[in-house]
């Protein structure tokens, strides 16, 4: 085998250490790189006829099966992706070159029909991190790196932007965006679903949920057609209400980030909080993932899409998670 310092862009001196993944964006293949002396951080997406290195090109295709499907269409619909880390699409299942009427967004957008947040963010006046005596916190909700460290569904208040605090503030967490690799990646049975490129530590912020904010009136008459189907990707923000019933739903199913294409398991592997950040309002509150264990690379990223007891009026299907503990049912 040649050696590494063989293997070098075109366009400068930088050793090709690995490669990582691959991509044909409008006929341009394009292939992940990590670079030779430099961290994750530096990894950065390269044309392939500027790549002088041969050998390590073909050690990656033969230990890969290649891909079944033109995902251009794919990476068009990513390309409005603000996410830190440039998403990765595999397919080796089918010939799906990606979703039908889908726009990638990344915060959610409000229905006319419902209001903005107008609970007042009282500010605090910090002039440190936040990690003691801010008036934001009703407690800790984060470790020293950022990961959550209170139970599930425990609402979490960060910092706002009238806040006097920096960004290194230790509440500011969800709203600074998730640093995870995603690939979305085609399975024989789920469809799309998530695949961490990386590990993730327990308690790192994976994804938000976005999409359209909706009020519960119209999520019903939407949901009554998709849930027939087994497609609604509708969440009621009912975490934060005093009642049974939520005020507003978020629907994924046209609009949405990353988590639009996160699947069921009975055993997942992401727990749900509600978050705050402009403001207190307990009815328009955030939906944020985080790691419920320990992640490991190539593991799908999953969570319960029925975790309390059924509604015997709601639609059920098969569950194809394959998690030991499979209820092999799936209620929507």
Not at 64 to 73: G, K, M, Q, W, Y
Not at 262 to 281: G, I, K, T, W
Request: some cysteine.
């Amino acid at each position: 085998m040649p050696s590494k310092r063989r293997a070098r862009s075109s366009s400068g001196h930088y050793v090709v250490e690995a490669i990582l993944a691959d991509a044909t964006v409008d006929g341009v293949r394009m292939y992940e790189i990590k670079w030779e002396g430099f961290s994750d951080e530096h990894n950065s997406w390269v044309a392939e006829q500027s790549l002088q290195c041969p050998d390590l090109l073909a050690a990656y295709h033969a230990a890969r099966r290649p891909n079944c499907a033109d995902l251009s269409p794919f990476y068009r619909i990513l390309r409005d992706a603000r996410d830190y880390h440039p998403i990765v699409v595999t397919n080796t299942v089918d010939d799906c070159g990606g979703p039908d009427d889908f726009t990638y967004i990344n915060e959610s957008t409000f229905a006319e029909d419902v209001p903005r947040p107008c609970t007042p963010l009282h500010a605090c006046s910090c002039t440190n991190d936040c990690s003691t005596g801010c008036s934001c916190m009703r407690q800790r909700c984060y470790d020293e790196h950022g990961r959550v460290c209170v139970p599930e569904k425990t609402a979490l208040l960060e910092c706002g932007p009238r806040c006097a605090c920096d960004a290194q503030c230790q509440t500011r967490v969800v709203q600074h965006g998730s640093r995870v690799k995603f690939e979305i990646r085609r399975f024989p049975l789920k469809g799309w679903g998530v695949v961490a490129r990386a590990p993730i530590p327990r308690g790192t912020f994976v994804a938000e949920y976005v999409g359209e904010l909706i009020t519960f009136e119209e999520a019903e008459q939407r949901g009554a057609a998709d849930s027939a189907r087994g497609l609604t990707y509708l969440f009621d923000l009912d975490m934060g209400c005093a009642g049974d019933l939520a005020d507003f739903t978020i629907d994924a199913k046209r609009y949405g980030n990353i988590a639009h294409f996160f699947n069921h398991s009975c055993a997942p592997n992401m727990q749900l909080y509600p978050a705050y950040v402009e403001h207190r309002d307990p009815r328009l509150h955030r939906l944020a993932f985080f790691a419920a264990r320990d992640i490991a690379a190539g593991e799908e990223l999953t969570f319960d899409y029925s975790p309390s007891c059924p509604d015997s009026s709601g639609a059920m299907f098969a569950c194809a998670c394959g998690a030991a503990e499979c209820r092999k049912q799936i209620f929507m």
